[in-house]
Structures are given as structure tokens and as C-alpha cells.
């Protein structure tokens, strides 16, 4: 492919997860997403992470497993900008140096993270929160009085089609199930046009069925974005992961498949148990 790709247009099909379209200046020549070399971050002396090396390829689901204090959510504040590393480097593509650009900027050029408790706008509509969400991108003052085009209706109707919540939109999402929040949540990000999505336990709390719907949603969404999902149920990443990583003490433990890292001795002694 080639180095750079020219930046959303709003597509003839106008579906939200249709073809990924990559921000200007973003280089995946190489085929790589995310590069994170020798990260090391501290705090009051403790080594959250400790020279972390971790890159990710384009279109990849990869699951990160890992131990409570294995620096988890350490490494998605430095991609996010949140937390800046006292050494190492963190690029996203060839060319953005993530350690250089304020959290709005790394937002802007196609990060989006979702956190493990689902943050909507409960006294809206299901539609309505996809609407801000998406106009958060423009100006406040235009937004405020801007009509939808066809075209941004129609990229509003692909997304309830994708995340479940089509029979539901003119709901309040505060009586949303936690399972359906999570899936509007996780609409509101795909409103952005994210190359990269970071999602935080997002299975955490929802019941079987919603758990195998979500699995669904990610490998639907695979290949046409970015995935990297934190996740502690070991059934869950079985049905979706490309590769998983598993993280102890700030460094990559170990690397794989699932089945892979699951006969990992080490991992089996820090993280999986006997």
C-alpha cells in the first residue's frame, strides 16, 4: 500500500465501518500502526512501566492480558498522550511522535480510547449522543445550529446497525443495559473515525449474550480499524484475538496466541495460575 492515504471524505456508501481512510502524514508503509520502544515511566520510584517495547500492526485486534499493576493502563495514557514517558519512544505510523503531541492533537490524528466504564450522555437519546459525537469534530458554534446531511444520517444509521442499537435510538441512554452502554460508547468513538482504538475491559459486567455480540462487533470491526483491547476474561479473547500480549511489571511477559501465552510458564506462574 502506499505510504499515506488521503483523510475521510465521507465515502458514496457512507457507512461508518466501511473502508479506513488514514489521516495525512500518517505513514503505515511499513504496515505498522503503533510503535512503542523501550517506554519506561515512573512514579515516586515506582517503575510503572520498564523499557515496554510493543508495536502493532495495521488492522490487528490485539488483546493485552495481564496482572493488576502490570502497567496496562500506564501504556494507554502515554498513547494517549495522559502520561508522558521518561524514556523511550512512541510513534503512531512512521512519522507522529505520540511523546510530542498534546492529547487533543494524538485525539485528532485518529486515537480514540475507550475507558471500562462507559461514559454517555444518559438524559439523550441513543441518536442524539452519536450526533455529538460526531460534531464534536466541528466547530461548537456551527454545530449548535447545523442540520444533518443525508450523509451523516446515514453514517449515524450505519452505526446503530453496528453496535446493536438500532431498535433503540430514540432511548435515553440512561435506561440502556451496562452492555448497551458500553456498545454506544463504543459508537461514539466510531463517530470520530478512529484508526486506532483502545478499549479498557469492555466485557466487564455484561452478560453472556452481550459478551458473545460484542465479540461480534470487534472482529466485524477488525482490519477496517486498528483494535487493542485489555481484557481479564480469558473466553472473550479466545474468540477475538489475533495476538495476545501479556504485560507483568511494566514489560512484555510474553507474545502469541492465545493458546500460546496460556502454556507460558511464566505467564501460568504470574498471571494464569495453576
Known amino acids: 500500500m502506499s505510504a499515506t492515504i488521503h483523510p475521510f471524505d465521507g465515502g458514496a456508501s457512507g457507512d461508518a465501518g466501511g473502508a479506513r481512510v488514514l489521516q495525512p502524514g500518517l505513514d503505515v508503509s511499513h504496515g505498522q500502526m503503533l510503535y512503542l520502544e523501550d517506554i519506561t515511566v515512573s512514579f515516586d520510584g515506582f517503575r510503572a512501566l520498564n523499557k515496554l517495547t510493543l508495536y502493532i500492526g495495521q488492522g490487528e485486534l490485539r488483546c493485552i492480558i495481564g496482572p493488576n499493576g502490570a502497567g496496562k493502563t500506564t501504556m494507554m495514557d502515554v498513547i494517549t498522550g495522559k502520561t508522558r514517558p521518561d524514556s523511550g519512544t512512541a510513534f503512531f505510523g512512521q512519522t507522529l511522535d505520540l511523546t510530542r503531541m498534546t492529547e487533543p492533537q494524538i485525539a485528532q490524528a485518529g486515537i480514540g480510547r475507550k475507558f471500562q466504564k ?143 501465552v496460556q502454556a507460558n510458564e511464566r505467564v501460568i506462574e504470574v498471571y494464569l495460575g495453576r
Open 118 to 260: 462507559p461514559t454517555v450522555f444518559e438524559a439523550m437519546s441513543v441518536y442524539d449522543n452519536l450526533e455529538l459525537a460526531m460534531k464534536t469534530q466541528k466547530s461548537v458554534w456551527a454545530s449548535l445550529k447545523a442540520r444533518l446531511s443525508g450523509e451523516e444520517r446515514d453514517r449515524i444509521d450505519a452505526t446503530l446497525q453496528r453496535i446493536r442499537l438500532k431498535n433503540e435510538y430514540l432511548r435515553p441512554a440512561g435506561l440502556l443495559s451496562h452492555g448497551q452502554k458500553q456498545w454506544l460508547e463504543i459508537g461514539m468513538l466510531l463517530m470520530q473515525e478512529p484508526l486506532l482504538l483502545l478499549l479498557d475491559e469492555p466485557v466487564a459486567g455484561m452478560t453472556d449474550a452481550e459478551t458473545d455480540a460484542t465479540a461480534e462487533l470487534f472482529l466485524e470491526l477488525a482490519n477496517k480499524h486498528t483494535l487493542m483491547v485489555v481484557e481479564h476474561d480469558m473466553g472473550f479473547v479466545g474468540k477475538i484475538a489475533d495476538k495476545v500480549t501479556v504485560l507483568h511489571e511494566g514489560s512484555v511477559l510474553a507474545e502469541g496466541s492465545l493458546d500460546e
